[in-house]
């Protein structure tokens, strides 16, 4: 199976993450799990555990917050799909750890170069009013940037609202 690449994005509680997991599903291929999230508080404990509890047992899971173009290409093989859940996520991360430009040009380097499936997940940030803190700013703004690029890699783009999903590009029959 060729290299595929697929961007998914939804605002919060769209159904972009159960639409993923349902894609990976139909591919019919080793199911891995690559959570960016960290647990800084008990809410996100229980947004995680939930998240753990919907999935089945099949999927083999990793978790990484920060170098995901390296955990990417560790793991990415011809007979896997790997969903990265959530691209805004590691942004966030990144930014706090002052290393978003060298982790983000890592992933745009390598992506194209993997022999597995990817199915990206992250959230659309940039359709409410401008922030108004300099950091919310910054974290929009690159996040409107990283869909722009990774969509124009990306060979199928799809946007979930209400649970509903909208091809933006291409579609994998």
Request: with cysteine; glycine share 8%.
């Amino acid at each position: 199976m060729a290299n595929q690449l697929q961007l998914i994005l939804g605002g919060a509680r769209s159904g972009k993450s159960r639409t993923a997991e349902q894609r990976v599903a139909d591919l019919g291929l080793k199911k891995i799990y690559l959570a960016t999230a960290t647990a800084g508080d008990g809410e996100m404990s229980e947004r995680i555990k939930q998240h753990q509890a919907d999935r089945d047992g099949h999927w083999q899971l990793l978790e990484e917050p920060l170098q995901l173009a390296q955990t990417l290409g560790q793991y990415s093989r011809a007979d896997n799909c790997i969903l990265v859940d959530c691209l805004t996520l590691w942004l966030s991360n990144c930014l706090h750890h002052n290393c978003w430009a060298e982790q983000q040009q890592a992933l745009l380097d390598s992506i194209e170069q993997l022999p597995g499936a990817v199915v990206f997940v992250t959230n659309e940030v940039g359709q409410g009013i401008v922030p108004m803190g300099e950091l919310t700013r910054q974290f929009v703004d690159e996040a409107g940037f990283l869909h722009q690029r990774l969509a124009a890699i990306c060979d199928r783009v799809t946007m979930v609202i209400a649970g509903l999903p909208q091809e933006l590009k291409g579609s994998m029959r």
